[in-house]
């Protein structure tokens, strides 16, 4: 199975949202495989401010950390940056990167986790110091890997 870049698609499956497969390709994008933003084209600054996900603006589109962000407003991604680099909070502490659905997020420590799906992030919540250790000492080799590819 593929993606819409035609990249090998591992668990869990590109979900039947065509929004939330979007959102998949994420990190290919910021590449310019598939030429679209980092976060989906959503606001990370909105999840601290407006505790909601909010669509960003080309308008107010950021050339950060060699990815294309979009916020609603003029903001500052180095404060509120994803962790991870937005990939799932529950993904990357089992080894692996997964996309994300903009609406399973979580503000932890006043650091942003964005999840899978909301399913996915019920996990994750079950012992969220735990996932964040685990993830937090696995993402070094895990974007290491990524920036090898």
């Not at 668990?11 to 910021?30: K, W």
């Not at 940056?81 to 979580?106: E, F, L």
């Not at 996915?120 to 000492?137: A, E, F, H, M, Y």
Request: proline content about 7%.
């Amino acid at each position: 199975m593929t993606d819409e870049c035609n990249n090998p698609v591992s668990f869990p499956p590109v979900s039947p949202d065509p929004h939330i497969r979007a959102l998949g390709a994420l990190h290919r994008r910021d590449r310019g495989q598939c030429g679209a933003s980092t976060g989906g084209g959503y606001d990370v600054v909105a999840y601290f401010t407006q505790a909601k996900s909010v669509e960003g603006k080309r308008d107010f589109s950021h050339k950060w950390n060699n990815a294309e962000w979009r916020f609603a407003s003029a903001a500052n991604p180095d404060k509120y940056a994803p962790q991870y680099g937005g990939w799932c909070a529950w993904a990357v502490p089992q080894g692996y990167t997964a996309s994300i659905d903009p609406q399973a997020w979580r503000i932890v420590d006043g650091k942003l986790y964005l999840n899978y799906s909301k399913s996915v992030q019920s996990q994750w919540v079950q012992d969220v110091p735990g996932n964040i250790s685990k993830g937090n000492r696995n993402w070094p080799g895990i974007k290491q890997k990524l920036a090898a590819n």
